[in-house]
């Protein structure tokens, strides 16, 4: 007895048509990584598309491990260098592989990290890189969100998805925060780091032609900080029109139990100029 299978109602001429064309699944990682300039938040992104720096996972590498090897690709001290990593999900594109006519779905994995303080300094010479994905630029959250910098719309999702999974986990555990600031040794100004590079580029012994075990990594803090700070760092996270119950955060800031008080009053680190007050420094016990 012979046995008919159910029949397929598409026609065999575009059946074939279809079957021609060649498919295949990209995964690919993209990482988000943010950091703290002048109490504020940046984040990192390729120049010219807009996007999240992202790297094609081999099929002999994790997605961590990819992750890591962008990282190490784009910082000068990579190493130990993130505070916090987030899976903060992924998003599906259509792409074209380099260099053939072949066409496929991409699903890029995101993820959202935050840097230790100062250590966003990136490699010199990125610029002059091969790869477009090198090619970077640190650019603050705040224009971004406000139309100030516009955006690739194909790439907001994404990256609005590793912010908001970046903000509530600040939300969820404050004392990420505490941890950052015990290990800040000062604040990097953002005025000071523009005129820095721009005497780099005006001098003929840049930092571009220097060697790179010459550039010293930035010291580690001493493991106290201020609530000021910890209140100012909180902010930096959130948007600009999201209002703060200063009085709540503290509590929940000394709620960690992880804040020994100690006999010293400092200005807020980076607003010493600005600030006309002190306030009691207290020793992380992390």
């Not at 990097?188 to 990594?217: A, C, F, H, Y």
Request: overall charge neutral; some cysteine; charged content about 25%.
């Amino acid at each position: 007895m012979s046995t008919t299978g159910p029949r397929s109602n598409t026609p065999i001429s575009a059946q074939l048509s279809r079957d021609a064309v060649p498919r295949r699944i990209i995964v690919t990682a993209s990482v988000a990584a943010f950091a703290i300039r002048d109490w504020s938040l940046w984040v990192l992104l390729r120049e010219g598309p807009w996007g999240p720096p992202m790297r094609l996972v081999l099929g002999s590498e994790s997605v961590s491990d990819a992750v890591d090897r962008t990282l190490d690709a784009l910082l000068m001290w990579p190493m130990q260098g993130t505070l916090l990593q987030l899976k903060a999900g992924w998003q599906e594109q259509q792409v074209c592989v380099w260099g053939s006519t072949e066409q496929g779905t991409a699903i890029s994995l995101i993820h959202s990290v935050l840097l230790r303080a100062n250590r966003d300094e990136l490699r010199p010479n990125l610029h002059r890189q091969p790869v477009p994905s090198l090619h970077v630029a640190w650019i603050p959250v705040a224009e971004m969100e406000t139309g100030q910098k516009v955006m690739d719309a194909n790439i907001l999702p994404g990256l609005s998805s590793a912010l908001h999974m970046l903000r509530s986990q600040i939300q969820h555990d404050p004392e990420i925060l505490l941890r950052y600031l015990a290990d800040m040794s000062t604040m990097r100004s953002l005025e000071k780091g523009i005129e820095r590079r721009w005497q780099d580029m005006q001098t003929t012994t840049s930092k571009e032609t220097r060697p790179l075990n010459v550039i010293k990594e930035p010291p580690a803090g001493d493991g106290t900080l201020t609530l000021a700070e910890a209140a100012l760092l909180y902010r930096a996270f959130l948007p600009p029109d999201e209002q703060i119950d200063l009085s709540s955060l503290r509590r929940r800031f000394l709620a960690t139990n992880k804040l020994e008080a100690i006999d010293e009053e400092r200005p807020v680190r980076g607003r010493e100029a600005d600030w006309r007050r002190v306030s009691r420094a207290y020793r992380y016990l992390g």
